[in-house]
């Protein structure tokens, strides 16, 4: 199975920092597009931050600044660095990748979601 599992999410006071990770994994022919996504309380899911196979990176005007996507390909992992963290930053993150399955199908895969917290 194609598989994606976050971690590093948890309580952060505001001002602080977090790293999140997204490890994928099954047998496929590669991983394209990867992105992180949010849902906070009584909110819609939205895109945070996204970043193609080439590194391209695309941000949410809301954490342009403070966030940071980056990839290791070699690992089939996505990060997502998260400083200055808000109150309004508080939401199950999700990671997201477009992949390529070994039969050439255009597919998505979702995370579990991870939990972060910024709380005083």
């Known amino acids: 199975q194609v598989q994606l599992v976050e971690s590093g999410g948890g309580l952060v006071q505001p001002g602080g920092s977090l790293r999140l990770s997204c490890v994928g994994s099954?047998?496929?022919?590669?991983?394209?597009?990867m992105g992180w996504y949010r849902q906070a309380p009584d909110k819609q899911r939205e895109l945070v931050a996204s970043?193609?196979?080439?590194?391209?990176?695309n941000y949410a005007d809301s954490v342009k600044g403070r966030f940071t996507i980056s990839r290791d390909n070699a690992k089939n992992t996505v990060y997502l660095q998260m400083n200055s963290l808000k109150p309004e930053d508080t939401a199950v993150y999700y990671c997201?990748?477009?992949?390529?399955?070994?039969?050439?199908?255009?597919?998505?895969?979702w995370g579990q979601g991870t939990l972060v917290t910024v709380s005083s």
């Open positions: 997201n990748a477009g992949f390529t399955s070994m039969s050439f199908r255009n597919l998505e895969v």
């Open positions: 099954g047998s496929i022919f590669s991983f394209r597009a």
């Open positions: 970043i193609t196979s080439g590194g391209i990176t």
